[in-house]
């Protein structure tokens, strides 16, 4: 975005006063004059122009706040221009350059890509009391060149709040004998954890020990494997025994009964069939004889 011009149409000590600003290519522009010329009012026209003017404004010492009116002309990288003005208030306060219809800041924020009020104001905003501030964080700063670098070349004024913070923020973080910041507890954590680590740990020397037990215990655990085998299977023989303990005894009654039938004389096969047909022909006879 390129400022073709700031229109000062009533803004601090200013009355339709105008900088052109559209001279060369991109143009960088000094603007110079003396003490209390409005150098300082002229900066905040430009980033009150395009952000907005503070409800309470102290750039009212000409103009009353109702009549508070700064305005220029943008142009953006692809060559659009868009002519506002800017009045005090609390709503609709974009407006064309006739004041009487009302701009969206929508089409402003199209030419600013994103910059935001305070990054533009550190960045290309910084006015005669910042300088000064930054220009005393400096002197303060003991002669640390990294410190003295970044507070002149990012603009930040207020560098030892900056870093008071920084350090707060940090102190939050970490303390050498802290025990409640973060990174302590986390460092304690640490600690705990390493020194369950290294208990858990074993030496070569106490590794090869408990192999050697395990070992043992693998070699024993075989032993009574086998001893319990072998046990099973005499209870389970004996177990057989003892259910057929009275079968041998119904067995050994027998073997005496038959004992005693040693001197018995044997009949020939089929001696019960002869004997029937015998009584049968018996039973015949003397029912003939009868």
């Not at 208030?89 to 974009?94: A, F």
């Amino acid at each position: 975005m390129k400022i073709l011009s700031l229109d000062l149409i009533a803004f601090g000590p200013f009355t339709n006063a105008a900088l052109d600003l559209s001279a060369g290519c991109e143009g960088l522009h000094l603007i110079y004059g003396a003490n209390e010329a409005g150098k300082s009012s002229a900066l905040r026209a430009l980033r009150q122009m395009l952000y907005g003017i503070p409800e309470r404004s102290t750039d009212d010492f000409v103009h009353p706040h109702s009549k508070m009116r700064v305005g220029g002309r943008l142009r953006a990288a692809n060559g659009t221009v868009l002519d506002v003005v800017r009045r005090k208030g609390r709503g609709h306060t974009l407006r064309t350059t006739d004041d009487r219809d009302v701009i969206d800041e929508t089409a402003l924020k199209a030419f600013l890509n994103g910059v935001e009020a305070d990054f533009f104001e550190v960045m290309f905003g910084i006015g005669y009391d910042e300088l000064v501030s930054g220009g005393r964080e400096i002197v303060s700063g003991g002669g640390e060149l990294g410190r003295l670098i970044f507070a002149a070349g990012s603009g930040v004024a207020d560098l030892g709040a900056v870093i008071e913070g920084l350090q707060t923020e940090a102190g939050a973080l970490f303390r050498p004998s802290g025990q409640k910041q973060k990174i302590n507890e986390a460092v304690g954590r640490l600690r705990q954890c390493r020194n369950e680590l290294k208990e858990a740990q074993l030496s070569g020397q106490e590794w090869a020990r408990h192999d050697l037990a395990l070992s043992e215990a693998l070699r024993a655990k075989g032993e009574v494997e086998t001893e319990l085998a072998e046990s099973q299977r005499t209870l389970s023989r004996l177990q057989r025994l003892r259910e057929a303990l009275p079968v041998i005894a119904e067995r050994r009654e027998a073997l005496k009964a038959l004992k005693r039938l040693t001197h018995a004389v044997l009949l020939p096969e089929g001696f019960a069939e002869r004997r029937a047909d015998a009584l049968t022909s018996l039973r015949i006879a003397q029912n003939e004889q009868a």
